[in-house]
């Protein structure tokens, strides 16, 4: 793993940024949220996809491209939770602003 | 916190660029990762023993194909590539080198190379014997077909160090090692090499012996030449040692006793085994010839030239087989000198005395039976004989004054006799020839001495 995040450090700064961009839109944006029974139905497949990695299932370029994809979900998702932490942080602070005046 | 669970059902958006950024690094990186992680697994096998290593990388799993020289050896060679950092799976391919049964190795000299052939046990070693063939041969071209094979014999490297430091010693050939058994073929440099080798195999280490040597030698080459015009006999060639040298050139020296004799011998060893069994009594036919090559090659003897009258000639070619060695063979190819004018009796008696001053009929000590070298001597006094067909001869056998008179005088009787009937044997007529014997009546020399008494000790041949 520590070989990947140093070989790769650059995607995953990439995958960050995105989440992080996304995050911060995250908690303006308009479009529809994921259904409940959908976001298990993605926990499950994520889950599945770990759980096969982990167990080396796939073989040879698959399974490193399936590797490198479930480490880049992992900047991603920690920057769409800063992101959207941030933004909640501003727009509250507005918020609060607002409402005093 | 719960507004964040909220929020995260809308970051869905974000995973289309997160995707397309996975396309572009799985694009980008697949091929440089593999490089680098092959890279890296070559590195770790660096120290390994194996053999016929190959690195294939897929993704991040690789596949080991080598052939290892121990279970052990191949086991850690795994485990070195899986310690490599980075990969993920090590598909093990490798296998144990194969087992050799029998465990052969060899080494073949030609006319340009040395070719390194069979198996070795491990790469490192089969270095170490084509440096040391490039090193025991400088300048020869060193081929090397040698696998790699398990199962040598213990010791197995100084053994084939050996035989390499050997090479030198063949013209053509081939040493190999089958397990613990030595076989050597072909033909060595040098006279003696075949003995040489074998002397320097005697060193090769426990756990091998020589199975087989079928190393020949080049011919053994001994030659004598007689020349009547420069009244020499040239010997050439090869003697086995300082010792029979000296027999050589002394029974030369006593056989050709009106010849010079020239020594062009040099000793090697090598000779063929009863080798002065075989040449001493062909000195004595050529010895008989007025003139004549013999060539003596390893067991091969070839005699030629002109014998001095028919009886001899016949003499030479049946009995010089019988008296040398078993195994010997004898070529003869023996001709007979024109007969000389005939002359008067007195001339004879100058032509006896002549050639009886220049040597003496010699006996064995103590008995009537004529000397092996006096033959050449006699076979002039026969000569001689038959060219005054009129005369008739006194052979006169005189002893020293050693011993009792009685005796003497029959040793000496006896002796005369003994020359008469080889004269007889020749073909000449008996009735011609008479035996006398004065025992020690007739001295010529004082018996004080050893040099009179030799003087004293003679035959004499006297025209009537």
Known sequence: MAYLVAFHWGWLAGAFAIGLAMGWVAVV????????????????????????????????RAGYWLELLLILFVPYLLGCAIGTWLRALVVTRSMRQRSAA | MRGLFRWSGKWWPGVIPLIVLWGFAAWTSTVPLENDLAGRSSAALKGAV?????????????????????????????????????????????????????????????????????????????????????????????????????????????????????????????????DGDVTLTGMARELGGREALAAALGKLPDGFKVANNEVKAPPYIFQAYKD????????????????????????????????????????SVGAPTNFVNAVVPALGALSRLSTGTLVVSDRDIKISGDALYDAAAAQIRTGLAKEVPQGWQVKAEITVKPAAAPVDPTVCQQLFTNVLGKA??????????LDRDSTGLLDRMVEIAFRCPAANVEIIG????????AANQVLSQKRAQAVVDYLTRAGLPADRFSAIGYGSTQPVASNDTGDGRAQNRRIEFVVR
């Open chain 2, 50 to 178: 194996l053999d016929k290593t190959s690195i294939a990388v897929d993704g991040r799993d690789v596949s080991l194909r080598a052939d290892a020289f121990s279970e052990a050896g191949r086991r850690d060679a795994v485990s070195a590539v899986d310690a490599v950092a980075g990969v993920r799976l090590v598909n093990d391919q490798t296998r144990l080198v194969p087992e050799a049964k029998p465990f052969v190795w060899s080494a073949e000299r030609d006319v340009v190379r040395v070719t390194l052939a069979g198996s070795a046990p491990l790469p490192a070693l089969k270095g170490r014997l084509m440096e040391a063939t490039r090193a025991a041969l400088p300048g020869v071209e060193v081929a090397d077909q040698m696998g790699l094979a398990r199962g040598a014999p213990p010791r197995f490297e100084d053994a084939a160090l050996l035989l390499i430091g050997q090479i030198g010693k063949l013209k053509d050939g081939r040493f190999t090692i089958s």
């Open chain 2, 360 to 369: 003496k009929i010699r006996f064995e000590t103590g008995r009537s039976d």
């Open chain 2, 398 to 405: 005189h002893t020293d004054g050693e011993g009792d008179a």
């Open chain 1, 29 to 60: 944006h308009r479009a529809p949220g994921v259904s409940g029974w959908l976001t298990w139905l993605l926990a499950a497949l994520a889950a599945g996809l770990v759980a096969a990695t982990a167990a080396c299932i796939v073989p040879g």
């Open chain 2, 228 to 267: 009547p015009v420069a009244v020499t006999v040239t010997l050439a060639g090869n003697v086995p040692d300082e010792n029979i040298h000296a027999v050589v050139v002394g029974s030369s020296s006593r056989k050709f006793f009106n010849e010079k004799v020239v020594d062009n011998l040099k000793n």
